[in-house]
T-cell receptor
């Protein structure tokens, strides 16, 4: 089935620094979703990107979908301790099954 | 508004025991899924359902059974628990139109 590679696996930043996680696929994607999971919690939907080159913003979070629809990124400007957690991308395959990336765990220290 | 409810929250089993993880949703979603989450592995799809009476296998179905007799409920059965099934299990539901997953709080299972 379809697979998506997510990097980095882990990132540790100081509060106020920026953070970016990337998802890459070898095939053209119909859409890509992003989820956040706080430590000890469950994944929560953040956004879905559908169009080539699409850019969406949610406060300090910026989501991009590549022009070829094979990659996506999530960028957080000026991280805060509330941004701690694991960020997952997810792609839709056959029969609407979602395949999740392995996630990027973000640690933010003061 | 309950959303997706999973029970139990924690469970310890001995090797060879069987059990059922319960999942219920009150959003009238057509799709329901079971995932397992292991460190460094992300979320892997176990079984999937697009509606009552219809189920399909995901990436890691071995050792698990599901059935979907109603829209609301999607139980996951472990037939004979093995230590390799120690994991966190998440149930999720979504509507057919948007496919945005709404997750339950998870069941943390240890098999000794």
């Amino acid at each position: 089935g379809q697979q998506v590679m997510q990097i980095p696996q882990y990132q540790h930043v100081q509060e106020g620094e920026d953070f970016t996680t990337y998802c890459n696929s070898s095939t053209t994607l119909s859409n890509i979703q992003w989820y956040k999971q706080r430590p000890g919690g469950h994944p929560v939907f953040l956004i879905q990107l559908v169009k080539s080159g699409e850019v969406k913003k949610q406060k300090r979070l910026t989501f991009q979908f590549g022009e070829a629809k094979k990659n996506s990124s999530l960028h957080i400007t000026a991280t805060q301790t509330t941004d701690v957690g694991t960020y997952f991308c997810a792609i839709t395959g056959t029969a609407s099954k979602l395949t999740f990336g392995t996630g990027t765990r973000l640690q933010v220290t003061l | 508004n309950a959303g997706v409810t999973q029970t139990p929250k924690f469970q310890v089993l001995k090797t060879g025991q069987s059990m059922t993880l319960q999942c219920a949703q009150d959003m009238n979603h057509e799709y329901m899924s079971w995932y397992r989450q292991d460190p460094g592995m992300g979320l892997r799809l176990i079984h999937y359902s697009v509606g009552a009476g219809i189920t399909d296998q995901g990436e890691v179905p071995n050792g698990y059974n599901v059935s979907r007799s109603t829209t609301e409920d999607f139980p996951l059965r472990l037939l004979s628990a093995a230590p390799s099934q120690t994991s966190v299990y998440f149930c999720a539901s979504s509507s057919a139109g948007r496919n945005i997953q709404y997750f339950g709080a998870g069941t943390r299972l240890s098999v000794l």
